[in-house]
């Protein structure tokens, strides 16, 4: 094996690969029309096991820690060079991970986590075709759950490996009633190893995540990559309101405890405190009530709430906020709130040691160097309690994201590896 070698850029056969791959994760679906793939499901076992193969024949060792996240390593040179043997002679050296994330919203596009986890795959395979180690191990991670559809916490892939993982999470059921123990187990793994996916500072150099832009920035300014300079905090809610059931007919409207109507207004009320503040967003993507007839009163009605801002001083003063004035229309109307905190992320940083790396990979590549921070949370963030995070945005169609239609064309697709490919080779030189 050489050593490293002046910049390679990606092989002809690796980037060839890149969307027939996104296009074989894309099959892999829990529903027959379109994609969904949850933590734990069937589908997530089998696009496991697609990558672990891919990574094999990069030349990766490969293995599955107890959250479910597939991991490759494709080991560094060892000829001690920057402290990466032991006494013995065995290779312990750090490694630069590279990944994203392998689950994927109800009815989703087919580059969210993914162009991530075959882009990386295309840097190492690059590598290992043509005979290249580097200073340090170029680790590849597909995390088992960054959306938060089945259990409703995001990030439970890479808050195992940051040591991060909320305990509440274990007495979780989904939907159908099957617990979060027991979707693991049913998986092959065992919640009570969680622990054990936790990795050191000292075994990462960076994480750097290449994930789809999921705006429009980089159309407007004609890039395809851009860099990320941080990204949003966020807070979760599950709103459970109860009122009473009661015949639609027969119940005069002052009489009544209608929880539905009530959350209408509460909904309304996320749409009023977060309009106007730059960079605040607030959403409502999910709403139930029971018992769902035309001619019954709702009794009780469930709603989700997404609070996104660059500035956690706001976001959370904003949540308060919200939650002061939903409790106060309930208590109007005589109907009990319930808030479940499901999730709160602070906003992070992104490396400038990596911001820098990133530029001066994007020049080389002769795209200009658009810098962003990310409304949507990824991996990285939680990734970033342990070692320093970068991250690559490549341009996608109308900005559309979360959605089928979440379109990248394979020329932009290839350059974005790229740029990874040389940011990988920069950090060699650069971080210690
Ligand atoms: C994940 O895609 C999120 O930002 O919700
Ligand atoms: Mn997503
Ligand atoms: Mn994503």
């Excluded at 933590?39 to 107890?66: C, I, K």
């Excluded at 991970?97 to 986890?117: K, N, P, W, Y």
């Excluded at 996320?270 to 959403?283: D, R």
């Excluded at 939650?323 to 109307?333: G, K, N, P």
Aim: aromatic share 4%; net charge negative.
């Amino acid at each position: 094996m050489t050593t490293s070698p002046s910049q390679l850029r990606l092989s002809a056969s690796a980037a060839a690969r890149i969307m027939p791959r996104i296009e074989e994760l894309a099959a892999i679906s829990e529903s027959p029309n379109g994609l969904t793939r949850r933590f734990a499901s069937v589908e997530h076992r089998r696009a496991n096991n697609l990558v672990a193969n891919w990574m094999a024949d990069a030349g990766m060792s490969t293995r599955e820690d107890a959250i479910g996240n597939i991991i490759g390593r494709y080991e560094a040179h060892n000829d001690g060079s920057v402290g990466n043997t032991d006494s013995e002679g065995n290779n312990k050296a750090k490694a630069i991970m590279l990944g994203s994330h392998l689950d994927t919203v109800i009815d989703a596009g087919r580059f969210d986590g993914m162009l991530g986890i075959v882009s990386a795959l295309a840097c190492v395979e690059t590598l290992h075709e043509n005979n290249v180690r580097l200073p340090y191990a170029v680790e590849i991670i597909g995390f088992a759950d960054e959306e938060g559809v089945r259990y409703q916490s995001t990030f439970l892939g890479s808050r195992a490996v940051s040591g991060e993982f909320n305990p509440s999470v274990l007495d979780r059921i989904d939907a159908d009633g099957i617990s979060f123990v027991d979707a693991l187990k049913t998986f092959g793994q065992d919640a009570a190893r969680i622990p054990k996916a936790k990795r050191m500072p000292e075994e990462l150099l960076a994480y750097i995540e290449l994930h789809i832009e999921q705006g429009p920035v980089l159309e407007v300014e004609s890039q395809a990559v851009g860099m990320v300079t941080g990204i949003a905090g966020a807070t979760r809610l599950n709103i459970t309101l109860d009122g009473l059931a009661g015949h639609a007919g027969t119940v005069p409207m002052g009489l009544r405890r209608d929880a539905l109507a009530a959350a209408a207004l509460c909904i309304s009320l996320v749409e009023q405190q977060c309009t106007g503040h730059a960079g605040l967003v607030g959403t409502v993507g999910r709403i139930q009530a029971e018992p769902g007839a035309g001619n019954v009163i709702p009794g009780s009605a469930q709603f989700s709430v997404d609070v996104r801002a660059q500035d956690d001083t706001l976001r959370l003063a904003k949540v308060d906020a919200l939650l002061s004035d939903m409790t106060a229309l309930c208590e109007q109307r005589n109907i009990a709130i319930t808030v479940d905190r499901m999730h709160d992320a602070s906003t992070v940083s992104c490396s400038d040691v990596l911001l820098d790396t990133m530029k001066q990979a994007l020049l080389a590549e002769n795209v200009k160097p658009i810098s962003m921070p990310s409304g949507a949370g990824h991996d990285a963030a939680a990734m970033a309690a342990i070692t320093p995070i970068g991250m690559l945005f490549v341009r996608c169609k109308g900005g559309v994201s979360h959605h089928p239609d979440e379109s990248v064309t394979e020329a932009d697709a290839i350059l974005g590896a790229n740029v990874l490919m040389r940011t990988v080779q920069n950090m060699c030189g650069l971080i210690t």
